[in-house]
């Protein structure tokens, strides 16, 4: 089994930028399609982000879309969400996760495709 574990969340103000960082470890580890999810108070677990095993091809929920850029180092079984211009309305907790296999692109928004998840980091922009 796989552990998750994120880290970057902090307090910002609307317009700043934040970089957060995902580490995977445990044994065994195949290299997976991974992402992020997140979940402001009140609402429910929504996708944010998700990127191909290759770290070919790259996925975003048009909130974010022009905002957020994912990218993973495969060796180092890291995964990144790089967070600029950040909005009130992206406050939240966000989550590391790999997915199931087999894997497609129709997939990539559903929490249930989701067989691991981190233990979430918090990201609080203030207006």
């Known amino acids: 089994q796989v552990q998750l574990e994120e880290s970057g969340g902090g307090l910002v103000q609307a317009g700043d930028s934040l970089r957060l960082s995902c580490g995977a470890s445990?044994?065994?580890?195949?290299?997976?399609?991974m992402g992020w999810f997140r979940q402001a108070p009140g609402k429910e677990r929504e996708f944010v982000a998700g990127?191909?095993?290759?770290?070919?091809?790259?996925y975003y929920s048009d909130s974010v879309k022009g905002r957020f850029t994912i990218s993973r180092d495969i060796a180092k079984k890291t995964v990144h969400l790089q967070m600029n211009n950040l909005k009130p309305e992206d406050t939240a907790v966000y989550y590391c996760?790999?997915?199931?296999?087999?894997?497609?692109?129709?997939?990539?928004?559903?929490?249930?495709?989701?067989?691991?998840w981190g233990q979430g980091t918090q990201v609080t922009v203030s207006s």
């Open positions: 996760t790999t997915y199931s296999l087999p894997f497609s692109i129709s997939r990539v928004s559903d929490t249930t495709a989701v067989d691991n």
């Open positions: 445990g044994r065994p580890f195949r290299t997976v399609p």
């Open positions: 990127i191909t095993s290759s770290g070919g091809n790259t």
